[in-house]
Nanobody
Framework: QVQLEESGGGLVQAGGSLSLSCTAS???????MGWFRQAPGKERRFVAA????????YFADSVKGRFTISRDNAKNTRSLQMNSLKPEDTAVYYC??????????????????????WGQGIQVTVSS
């Protein structure tokens, strides 16, 4: 069982930055991790992911060049650095874990159904 907890959300002005963290706890060997977001009235959408080895990262076109994803294995933490934020980035952000090397390409990491565990989500609001 893996438990995920997001932190770092909040309110920021357009053009600003926020860093989200996702800390994993529980019994697991290796996990790839993804970030998704869901705006009110919209479906949950892929944002970014990092493979369990940390050697591959994936980003949605809407955030490419503005967001980065990194990991700290010692702390079991994956972080999403969000720069040049826009009002359309406003959403509840979720981190999710996929066990082992199950996913190895964008299509897999971008599919919510592939993930085994989810955090509860954290609000990010970007004001114009």
């Amino acid at each position: 069982q893996v438990q995920l907890e997001e932190s770092g959300g909040g309110l920021v002005q357009a053009g600003g930055s926020l860093s989200l963290s996702c800390t994993a706890s529980g019994r697991f060997s290796t996990v790839g991790m993804g970030w998704f977001r869901q705006a009110p009235g919209k479906e949950r959408r892929f944002v970014a992911a990092i493979s369990w080895r940390g050697d591959s990262t994936y980003f949605a076109d809407s955030v490419k060049g503005r967001f980065t994803i990194s990991r700290d294995n010692a702390k079991n933490t994956r972080s999403l650095q969000m720069n040049s934020l826009k009002p359309e980035d406003t959403a509840v952000y979720y981190c999710a874990a996929v066990l082992g090397g199950y996913c190895s390409d964008y299509g897999c990491f971008a599919a919510p159904s592939k993930y085994d565990y989810w955090g509860q989500g954290i609000q990010v609001t970007v004001s114009s």
